[in-house]
């Protein structure tokens, strides 16, 4: 046990499936996992361990921004054996031309936050998710015809529609780091974590937010709309 999981070692699958909301994680454990129990409910994180098509899962939320998921996720890799965990989330699109309901596979997390450095001593601000993951997300979507845009993925302090100019943070931006395409707030310390351990983490995003022309959807639609993105994930972790 850990002070925010009160599971028992083998109680977590090895790969786990991570929304921020504990509403959306109850909600995949209830709608598409079978045989299904709580396996830890601190803080009202609850972590549910089920079966998707006859694989060992597991769903658990991450709660927001950097902190919260580097907690997380932290103690799944470091204490629970968990090798792989798959971040789905909303996001705000900042690519030309995207739309609600567009789906992203982030390559690459860059922030200005000081996650690492605050971690170890490491002045790290750029980091990539794993490619092997990834991969097996990219076949799953092509066999299910679902569109993935790819790119560098934005990991801000902030949420990013309150920014009062996101552009200056983009002028702000070393030389050499890609302009990102969306802007969320957890996946930069997911990857760092997957790397200091030496396990595996992709981040899906759906964008709900475009902040050029303020177009977004309710709370409501957020909880009900990312069935696409909750399939591609689950199809792609019983591969693993």
Same mark, same amino acid.
């Given at each position: 046990?850990?002070?925010?999981?009160?599971?028992?070692? !083998?109680?977590?699958?090895?790969?786990?499936?991570?929304? !921020?909301?504990?509403?959306?994680?109850? =909600?995949?454990?209830?709608?598409?996992?079978?045989?299904?129990?709580?396996?830890?409910?601190?803080?009202?994180?609850?972590? =549910?361990?089920?079966?998707?098509?006859?694989?060992e899962l597991s769903v658990m939320a991450h709660g927001m921004g950097m902190p919260?998921?580097?907690?997380?996720?932290?103690?799944? =890799?470091?204490?629970?054996?968990?090798?792989?965990?798959?971040?789905? !989330?909303?996001?705000?699109?900042?690519?030309?031309?995207?739309?609600?309901?567009?789906?992203?596979?982030?390559?690459?997390?860059?922030?200005?936050?000081? =996650?690492?450095?605050?971690?170890? @001593?490491?002045?790290?601000?750029?980091?990539?998710?794993?490619?092997?993951? @990834?991969s097996i997300i990219e076949s799953t979507a092509k066999e299910s015809n679902i569109?993935?845009?790819? !790119?560098?993925?934005?990991?801000?302090?902030?949420?990013?529609?309150?920014?009062?100019?996101?552009?200056?943070?983009?002028?702000?931006?070393?030389?050499?780091?890609?302009?990102?395409?969306?802007?969320?707030?957890?996946?930069?310390?997911?990857?760092?974590?997957?790397?200091?351990?030496?396990?595996?983490?992709?981040?899906?995003?759906?964008?709900?937010?475009?902040?050029?022309?303020?177009?977004?959807?309710?709370?409501?639609?957020?909880?009900?709309?990312?069935?696409t993105m909750i399939n591609l994930a689950l199809d792609s972790a019983i591969k693993?």
């Amino acid at each position: 046990m850990t002070p925010h999981n009160s599971a028992n070692i !083998g109680d977590i699958a090895s790969t786990v499936v991570m929304p !921020g909301d504990p509403m959306r994680a109850k =909600y995949i454990a209830e709608n598409f996992l079978s045989d299904v129990k709580i396996v830890s409910n601190v803080r009202g994180i609850a972590c =549910y361990t089920g079966k998707y098509k006859g694989k060992e899962l597991s769903v658990m939320a991450h709660g927001m921004g950097m902190p919260s998921m580097g907690i997380y996720s932290y103690e799944l =890799y470091h204490f629970y054996n968990v090798d792989s965990i798959i971040r789905i !989330g909303t996001c705000g699109g900042l690519k030309d031309g995207m739309k609600i309901f567009d789906l992203i596979l982030s390559e690459e997390a860059y922030t200005e936050g000081s =996650y690492a450095l605050s971690f170890d @001593n490491v002045p790290c601000n750029l980091v990539s998710s794993n490619p092997e993951l @990834n991969s097996i997300i990219e076949s799953t979507a092509k066999e299910s015809n679902i569109n993935l845009i790819k !790119g560098t993925t934005l990991c801000n302090d902030c949420f990013s529609p309150y920014v009062e100019d996101e552009r200056k943070l983009f002028e702000r931006m070393p030389d050499g780091i890609n302009m990102p395409i969306a802007s969320e707030m957890e996946a930069f310390a997911l990857f760092y974590n997957a790397k200091r351990e030496g396990k595996k983490a992709a981040c899906i995003l759906t964008v709900v937010d475009i902040p050029s022309n303020l177009e977004g959807i309710s709370s409501e639609e957020r909880e009900k709309s990312l069935n696409t993105m909750i399939n591609l994930a689950l199809d792609s972790a019983i591969k693993l």
